[in-house]
């Protein structure tokens, strides 16, 4: 509807874009913050980045709070994944290191959200990691 509801983080957290050339972004807001002049189709912004461009580790501290997580990831070839777990079994900094040890070759990483409204929906094939609650908020990707 083209309205801009909140404002953008500042020095932290991440952004999931959709340029107004149709083109998807995923960027660290500490190397390239939100321009209030950009024109963008959708986006989203979330914290943290579990890793920041350039595959380094972003998320350094652990807390020792586990949740089940979902997270938006591009790998060096610039595709964009989206990865949920499906047990409450990772601190961001555990989930962090898992993912730039793992073979996903991941570019960068951020935290979408953890805990009951974690899930996964796939319609081909039919797989899924159910939320135990209802969601506040849906990415569907379509081709």
Request: net charge negative; hydrophobic share 40%.
């Amino acid at each position: 509807d083209g309205e801009r509801y909140g404002s953008s983080y500042v020095g932290f957290g991440g952004m999931l874009a959709i340029t107004a050339e149709g083109f998807v972004e995923l960027r660290s807001l500490q190397r390239q913050p939100y321009r209030p002049d950009e024109a963008l189709q959708a986006a989203l912004q979330a914290f943290p980045m579990l890793i920041t461009p350039g595959g380094q580790l972003g998320y350094p501290d652990e807390d020792g709070n586990r949740a089940r997580r979902s997270v938006i990831a591009q790998d060096r070839q610039g595709r964009i994944l989206l990865i949920a777990t499906s047990l409450g079994s990772f601190t961001l900094h555990e989930l962090a290191t898992f993912l730039l040890a793992s073979d996903l070759d991941l570019d960068r990483a951020l935290n979408l959200d953890g805990g009951t409204s974690t899930g996964l929906l796939l319609r081909e094939p039919e797989e899924g990691i159910s939320a135990f609650v209802p969601l506040p908020t849906v990415i569907l990707v379509s081709e």
